[in-house]
């Protein structure tokens, strides 16, 4: 009889769950994480997700966070729109994160660093991969849809204007994705006839007044409009006039800082829906774990764990508050009571248990702290 019930609620299970999973596998989702003036956004669709930016160096204990929310282990692929450090600034650490990444990408023009300084190319070559270099015309796998690459059309001497602009069509609507783009690039693709009504729009450079012109909301008429900034840290974001513009055409209107997770943007059988996130309860960091003998001529430092339970540590990470450098422990990195362990710089003058990928990371002279994280971003250990 026990049987025959559970098998029973096991069925019930599955039939509730099927509905759910078939809405889930049809519908389009963008979620702006909150990294302040920055960008860091996840696309999901099916099975596939991407990651478009990365935040800043400083920021990635929220995009580690949000990884962890969601329970994403693989990303399809990570596109970095353009050079600039507050959309690259956590390529580094997630590449050397657990996270699997299928591929690289990034905007074929760039004009302020040299290919081998590319943040793109630094990022997967600490994985051995390289980089596939996006132009407008390309296209990118999208279970169930489709994402197009609308921009750039040409080089800019300006960056912003390199920003990869793309175009994400699925679950009867469409998410228009712009970088940092200003009105010139906004201006060619308006020549090239590429721009037409979408549903959702990732609004450019932060929702400065040098972009998002009046003529282009008006060519794309968005019905939600997603703005990753943070005033605190530019009064001009988000702009009255684009805010204007915005509202002259109806559209609803989200901003990142306003919410503790950031926005999250969906689209299903052509609905759109805009919605402020928090953070769930996030697990208890584990108590006894200590960062001590910081080497700086050394370039070492060393982890203790005090504490009573073994720790896994893969994804957690320790971040140099001066020079902004962050070490990841890869899948399989683990700390039992009792134990230590020493991660190293590629300079220095002995072999820890783990390498930073970093020349030198503390400083000589001046002071450094180190900060351990959880791998969903809460400090665990600091040493001043």
């Known amino acids: 009889m026990r049987r025959a019930i559970a098998l029973v609620l096991a069925l ?8 759910a999973e078939q809405e889930e596998a049809e519908m389009l989702r963008l979620l702006a994480v909150n990294v302040g003036k920055a960008d860091c956004l996840l696309l999901l669709c099916g099975r596939d997700v991407y990651m478009i930016d990365t935040g800043t160096a400083e920021s ?10 969601w329970g994403i282990e693989r990303l399809t692929g990570v596109i970095l729109t ?32 040299a290919e081998k300084e590319h943040p793109a190319v630094l990022a997967a070559g600490l994985r051995g991969e390289s980089v596939h270099w996006l132009r407008a015309g390309d296209s990118l796998p999208l279970d169930g849809g489709r994402l197009s690459v609308l921009g750039p059309t040409e080089a800019d001497e300006k960056e912003n204007n390199n920003s990869l602009v793309l175009l994400a069509e699925a679950a009867g609507g469409s998410i228009l994705l712009c970088g940092d783009m200003e009105f010139p690039e906004e201006e060619k693709l308006a020549a ?52 204007k513009a915005l509202q ?43 960062l001590y003998d910081r080497d700086a001529a050394g370039d070492s430092i060393s982890l203790r764990n005090s504490g009573a339970e073994t720790v896994e540590l893969a994804g957690w990470f320790i971040r140099s508050e001066r020079g902004g450098e ?20 590629q300079k220095a003058d002995r072999q ?15 002071d450094d702290a180190a900060v351990l994280y959880d791998a969903w971003g809460q400090e665990a250990a600091r040493l001043n």
């Not at 990635?60 to 929310?69: E, I, M």
């Not at 450090?85 to 302020?112: F, I, N």
């Not at 683990?334 to 134990?339: K, N, Q, R, V």
């Not at 783990?354 to 990371?361: A, E, G, M, N």
Request: hydrophobic share 45%; net charge neutral.
């Open 192 to 243: 090239a006839g590429l721009l037409r009504p979408v549903d959702v729009l990732k609004v450019g450079n932060h929702g400065n007044p040098d972009a998002t012109s009046n003529t282009f909301v008006s060519a794309i008429r968005p019905r939600a409009a997603v703005i990753s900034t943070d005033p605190a840290v530019d009064t001009n974001t988000p702009s009255k006039r684009v805010l």
């Open 12 to 19: 019930l299970m599955l039939c509730a769950a099927a509905p």
């Open 82 to 113: 353009h050079t600039h450090k507050d959309h690259t600034g956590g390529a580094y650490a997630l590449a050397q994160s657990p996270v699997a990444v299928d591929a690289w990408y990034a905007s074929a023009y760039y004009a302020e660093v």
């Open 326 to 345: 962050i070490f990841v422990f890869p899948a399989g990195a683990a700390l039992a009571p009792g134990e230590s362990l020493t991660v190293t710089g």
């Open 248 to 290: 002259g055409v109806g559209a609803q209107i989200a901003v990142t800082n306003n919410a503790a997770q950031g926005v999250l943007a969906e689209i299903a059988d052509g609905a759109v829906t805009l919605k402020l996130g928090a953070w769930p309860e996030l697990p208890q960091v584990p108590a006894g774990l200590q």
């Open 60 to 69: 990635y204990g929220a995009v580690s966070r949000a990884l962890q929310v």
């Open 352 to 366: 820890g248990d783990y390498s930073w990928p970093d020349k030198q990371v503390w400083h000589k002279k001046k």
